[in-house]
Nanobody, 124 residues
Framework: QVQLWESGGGSVEAGGSLRLSCAPS????????LGWFRQAPGKEREGIAI????????DYRDPVKGRFTIFEDPTKNMVYLRINNLQPDDTAMYFC?????????????????WGQGTLVAVSS
């Protein structure tokens, strides 16, 4: 069993930036796909950024394109989400997820391991 640990959330003003980090509890675990999801109050959890570690490809949902960047540091077995120009609509709990199967998915049931989440709150 692998647990993921997120960090880096916080309270920021609109226009600010954050970098979220995610690490597995087991250093030897290597995911084939890593994803960042978020769940805003009263809404369903949605995928926002995915990284295929095998193909070295990334993809983003439209609301975050150009502002969010997902990247990894394989030497540290970490995945990050850089968020720029934060807006109040970005307020949510952010989760990282890992998928052992080849290929990525936008569906949260496509991921095996999850973190507990890190809260991002953006004030106007």
């Amino acid at each position: 069993q692998v647990q993921l640990w997120e960090s880096g959330g916080g309270s920021v003003e609109a226009g600010g930036s954050l970098r979220l980090s995610c690490a597995p509890s087991r250093d030897t675990y290597r995911a084939n796909c890593l994803g960042w999801f978020r769940q805003a109050p009263g809404k369903e959890r949605e995928g926002i950024a995915i990284l295929d570690t095998y193909l070295h490809e990334v993809d983003y949902r439209d609301p975050v394109k150009g502002r969010f960047t997902i990247f990894e540091d394989p030497t540290k077995n970490m995945v990050y989400l850089r968020i720029n120009n934060l807006q109040p609509d970005d307020t949510a709990m952010y989760f990282c997820a890992a998928r052992s199967k080849l290929g990525c998915s936008w569906r949260d049931n496509g991921y095996t391991y999850w973190g507990q989440g890190t809260l991002v709150a953006v004030s106007s």
